[in-house]
């Protein structure tokens, strides 16, 4: 199948505490999973993207962890900032790896 | 380089009229998809363009439809419109595919009337 499940579909959070948006994926050959923010009235824009043979990224107060035999893969925000507050989709490549198919989408609010 | 060029960015159309929506891609990318962005159902995908054939498709009636020209700019059309066409489309340039990431161009806004 070709879904894609994302929670919580809002999170808030107070400024300065982690928050942590899950998704899973149905397709066995997905092999790349980016994470995009979009801010209100904005493009979708890609933040992080973890592939398939990797089991952890990092990128300064953002990372993304994948479980590939569970399916699923998170993204983790520390010390969030007001900032931060936007919409974030999850993705996972299908197939052949040419489509992506997204998650609902998060709407994260951090509370100053 | 510059980014991927959208237009028109706001649209208003009466059902049953058709209408057309471009994208420009990133300078040397080939591939193009678009995606409907409405408030209950997330991104959507409608179809994918590399090198001016339709590589994928997603599950969307016969009425949206879309082209790839030889500089890869694209469109996509849509036939006998109806009130929930109303969405955001947005447009999705990459290298490759999906797969080597995408960059979005800030969408055309349909409202059907």
């Known amino acids: 199948g070709e879904n894609v499940e994302q929670h919580p579909s809002t999170l808030s959070v107070q400024e300065g505490d982690s928050a942590v948006i899950k998704c899973t994926y149905s397709?066995?050959?997905?092999?790349?999973f980016p994470w995009y923010k979009q801010e209100l009235g904005k493009r979708p824009q890609l933040i992080i993207d973890i592939r398939s043979n990797v089991g952890e990224k990092k990128d300064q107060r953002i990372a993304v962890t994948l479980n590939k035999t569970a399916k699923h893969f998170s993204l983790h925000i520390t010390e969030t900032q007001p900032e931060d507050s936007a919409v974030y989709f999850c993705?996972?490549?299908?197939?052949?790896?040419?489509?992506?198919?997204f998650g609902a989408g998060t709407i994260l609010r951090v509370k100053s | 380089k510059a980014g991927v060029t959208q237009t028109p960015r706001y649209l208003i159309k009466t059902r049953g009229q058709q209408v057309t929506l471009s994208c420009s891609p990133i300078s040397g990318h080939r591939s193009v998809s678009w995606y409907q962005q409405t408030p209950g159902q997330g991104l959507q995908f409608l179809f994918e363009y590399f090198s001016e054939t339709q590589r994928n498709k997603g599950n969307f009636p016969g009425r949206f439809s879309g082209r790839q020209f030889s500089n890869s700019r694209s469109e996509m059309n849509v036939s006998t419109l109806e009130l929930g066409d109303s969405a955001l489309y947005l447009c999705?340039?990459?290298?490759?595919?999906?797969?080597?990431?995408?960059?979005f161009g800030s969408g055309t806004r349909l409202t059907v009337v």
């Open positions: 993705a996972a490549s299908i197939g052949n790896g040419n489509k992506l198919v």
């Open positions: 999705a340039s990459s290298d490759q595919g999906g797969y080597y990431g995408y960059t």
């Open positions: 397709d066995s050959a997905s092999n790349y």
